[in-house]
């Protein structure tokens, strides 16, 4: 599989990379590749119920540009949002009247973005003044939960919509 060489999520130091003759780079296991062929996971996707005034918010407090956008196939009731080109997030607009998934802590349902230790301790400062500075409604949640599970901390918030979002950082030595 041909990956973009800044895709930096992947642990590289279980990976070998390879630049193939026309510059494209390839990451391989060292291990023997699983017959199955999954490398990773691609994106996550999210129910919103207004697209621009999602990619603005993804853009103001996690720092997601809109990625894809002059594609025809990810334009009009879809709308990727990533880093460097790369697309984290297939947002996606709700039907009139449907109401987001419920990511309440009793469901778990949420997605996870991974940053370095240092950055994540940024985070935790940031974030508060970030929701409120960037609040598109009045019933917008500022709830932030900080979750420490040892060697990997969290921190769970919403988007506008409603959507559960964790940054998270593994404190490994």
């Known amino acids: 599989m041909v990956l973009p060489s800044h895709w930096h999520f992947l642990r590289l130091s279980r990976f070998r990379i390879h630049t193939g003759t026309s510059g494209q780079r390839c990451v391989c296991s ?5 017959k199955h062929g999954i490398v990773g996971l691609d994106h996550a996707a999210v129910g919103v119920r207004n697209l621009s005034r999602s990619l603005s918010w993804y853009k103001s407090v996690l720092g997601m540009d809109h990625v894809l956008a002059e594609n025809p196939n990810f334009n009009g009731d879809i709308a990727m ?64 939960q900080e979750d420490d599970y040892g060697i990997q901390k969290s921190i769970f918030f919403e988007d506008p919509d409603g959507n559960e979002i964790e940054i998270t950082a593994w404190f490994v030595e």
């Open 30 to 34: 060292r291990q023997s590749p699983p």
């Open 81 to 144: 949002a990533g880093v460097n080109g790369n697309p984290l997030l297939a947002l996606l607009l709700l039907p009139e009247g449907e109401e987001p998934l419920l990511g309440s802590r009793s469901q778990r349902g949420h997605f996870a973005l991974r940053t370095d230790p240092a950055t994540f301790l940024q985070w935790c400062q940031r974030l508060p003044e970030l929701l409120k500075e960037h609040r598109l409604h009045e019933n917008q949640s500022l709830w932030i």
